[in-house]
């Protein structure tokens, strides 16, 4: 079968003939239809993740049609159209993932390829009204915002909602999944385009992180937040407690802008604030954001969709975070 392969850290992806995998026990293989990319892929091109191997399939993200099943799976899932949960091994804990937690597409084979295989507890019917593109952008960065919202950040009608750096694919379900639910939500962003493009969305306002006085222009506008929703970090995540109603949440999970700075502690506990770190989340939570998703039949924000043969010029786009929402290749 044809597939992406990185063969070295600031190597190009290429495309290249590879073995086509064989569905083993509890196992199921898909014909990728469309799959997404997320910032972990460009971490991994970059060399700079854990455990990487060469050469690697990457790739989280994949909507496709079940194609062969293993021993032990039920044959009547072969030609149904699916999606993947990428978090492999969850484990027992709700709260917490196991030592066992693995994503899809490092160290298994991803679904930048023709074929991917995975364990059949990770399939989900595809959301009907969406595209094969649109249903692969959702699963890595829809579960994580999904989780980090309602599961850590207990966000709820009415609440005030921050997200940090909207044109993410995180930051841009972040946003779908809090207008859906009923939330106020502010944004921020690097670029008058990206806040206009999530005001439709369903955005109150938003204001330019690289503007000096950003946070006095957040207060400004919504005067407090009940759940902050970030995945940059970085030196302008000291000002979020400020912008804090008493009790709020603070959730994160990455750090596209740097570290966690010196924080003022007086603020965070004075206002009994938390900060939340999540990571990903449980099948659970993907039930439920699928859930979520097809009652208000969200569509996924598609930044640009390349052809699999072009995945380097895909994951060259994050270079520069022009994207705003996903960026997806098609079979
Ligand atoms: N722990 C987990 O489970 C998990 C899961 C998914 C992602 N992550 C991490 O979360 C982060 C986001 O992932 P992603 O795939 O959604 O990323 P992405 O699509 O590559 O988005 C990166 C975005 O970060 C924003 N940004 C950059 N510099 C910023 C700054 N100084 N202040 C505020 N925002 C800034 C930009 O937003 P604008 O375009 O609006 O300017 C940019 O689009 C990454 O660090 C990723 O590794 C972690």
Same mark, same amino acid.
């Given at each position: 079968?044809? #597939? /992406?392969? &990185?063969?070295?850290?600031?190597?190009?992806?290429? +495309?290249?003939?590879?073995? $086509?995998? =064989?569905?083993?026990?509890?196992?199921?293989?898909?014909?990728?239809?469309?799959?997404?990319?997320?910032?972990?892929?460009?971490?991994?091109?970059?060399?700079?993740?854990?455990?990487?191997?060469?050469?690697?399939?990457?790739?989280?993200?994949?909507?496709?049609?079940?194609?062969?099943?293993?021993?032990?799976?039920?044959?009547?899932?072969?030609?149904?159209?699916?999606?993947?949960?990428?978090?492999?091994?969850?484990?027992?804990?709700?709260?917490?993932?196991?030592?066992?937690?693995?994503?899809?597409?490092?160290?298994?084979?991803?679904?930048?390829?023709?074929?991917?295989?995975?364990?059949?507890?990770?399939?989900?019917?595809?959301?009907?009204?969406?595209?094969?593109?649109?249903?692969? #952008? /959702?699963? &890595?960065?829809?579960?994580?915002?999904?989780?980090? +919202?309602?599961?850590?950040? $207990?966000? =709820?009608?009415?609440?005030?909602?921050?997200?940090?750096?909207?044109?993410?694919?995180?930051?841009?379900?972040?946003?779908?999944?809090?207008?859906?639910?009923?939330?106020?939500?502010?944004?921020?962003?690097?670029?008058?385009?990206?806040?206009?493009?999530?005001?439709?969305?369903?955005?109150?306002?938003?204001?330019?992180?690289?503007?000096?006085?950003?946070?006095?222009?957040?207060?400004?506008?919504?005067?407090?937040?009940?759940?902050?929703?970030?995945?940059?970090?970085?030196?302008?995540?000291?000002?979020?407690?400020?912008?804090?109603?008493?009790?709020?949440?603070?959730?994160?999970?990455?750090?596209?802008?740097?570290?966690?700075?010196?924080?003022?502690?007086?603020?965070?506990?004075?206002?009994?604030?938390?900060?939340?770190?999540?990571?990903?989340?449980?099948?659970?939570?993907?039930?439920?954001?699928?859930?979520?998703?097809?009652?208000?039949?969200?569509?996924?924000?598609?930044?640009?969709?390349?052809?699999?043969?072009?995945?380097?010029?895909?994951?060259?786009?994050?270079?520069?975070?022009?994207?705003?929402?996903?960026?997806?290749?098609?079979?």
């Amino acid at each position: 079968m044809k #597939a /992406i392969v &990185l063969e070295a850290a600031d190597k190009p992806l290429i +495309l290249k003939d590879v073995e $086509k995998p =064989k569905a083993e026990l509890g196992e199921v293989l898909v014909q990728v239809k469309a799959a997404a990319l997320n910032r972990r892929d460009w971490w991994i091109t970059k060399g700079q993740y854990a455990g990487i191997k060469y050469p690697s399939i990457l790739g989280s993200d994949g909507s496709g049609i079940v194609a062969e099943v293993g021993p032990g799976v039920d044959q009547s899932w072969i030609g149904k159209e699916v999606i993947i949960n990428p978090g492999n091994n969850w484990g027992e804990h709700q709260d917490y993932q196991s030592k066992e937690f693995k994503i899809l597409g490092l160290p298994d084979s991803g679904t930048f390829a023709e074929y991917v295989k995975t364990g059949a507890e990770y399939l989900y019917p595809k959301p009907a009204h969406l595209t094969w593109e649109q249903a692969a #952008a /959702i699963p &890595l960065a829809g579960l994580t915002a999904y989780r980090a +919202l309602f599961t850590k950040g $207990k966000a =709820k009608k009415g609440d005030k909602v921050l997200i940090v750096g909207v044109g993410a694919g995180t930051g841009s379900f972040a946003l779908q999944w809090a207008v859906a639910a009923g939330c106020q939500v502010f944004v921020t962003s690097g670029t008058s385009e990206k806040i206009e493009a999530a005001r439709k969305l369903g955005a109150a306002a938003g204001v330019n992180y690289k503007a000096q006085d950003w946070a006095e222009q957040l207060k400004q506008l919504a005067a407090g937040f009940d759940v902050i929703i970030d995945s940059a970090l970085g030196e302008s995540f000291a000002k979020l407690p400020d912008l804090c109603n008493p009790g709020a949440r603070i959730v994160f999970f990455g750090g596209t802008a740097g570290n966690l700075p010196a924080l003022n502690a007086r603020k965070i506990f004075w206002k009994q604030l938390q900060l939340l770190g999540t990571t990903m989340g449980t099948q659970e939570d993907f039930k439920a954001m699928l859930e979520l998703i097809n009652e208000h039949k969200i569509v996924p924000v598609v930044d640009e969709v390349f052809d699999l043969a072009d995945a380097e010029k895909a994951v060259r786009k994050m270079d520069n975070s022009a994207q705003f929402g996903k960026i997806v290749l098609r079979n």
